[in-house]
């Protein structure tokens, strides 16, 4: 238990210890500038693999739904509106069953 600790306790502070100045290094920019972007990239590939275009409704709940979050996003540039609209949507289409 106590070594579990000790690795727990140094993965959580060693950023802190090794990055002192912030955002001075030119890693941290790098980063801060391109994983944010990355990971939501590879959120939406793996949510879409499963998304069957082939037959109907031909995946467009799924894209109807990407289209209306990257215009809110485009519009009002707020990640949890842009989201939280996307997901309404891509509800709203599921359950009501307009599409099928």
Known sequence: IAVM???TCLTRALP?????RGGDHPLMAYIG??????????LVIYCMQ?????EPPYGA??????????????LWRNSL?????????YMYLVQSGLLV
């Open 81 to 89: 509106i842009s989201i939280g609209t996307g997901t309404a949507l």
């Open 50 to 54: 499963a998304v069957d275009f082939t």
């Open 61 to 74: 709940p799924e894209l109807l739904a990407s289209g209306m979050v990257v215009a809110v996003h485009l």
């Open 16 to 20: 802190f210890l090794l990055f002192r």
């Open 33 to 42: 500038r391109y994983l944010p972007p990355a990971l939501m990239l590879l």
């Open 5 to 7: 600790a000790l690795a």
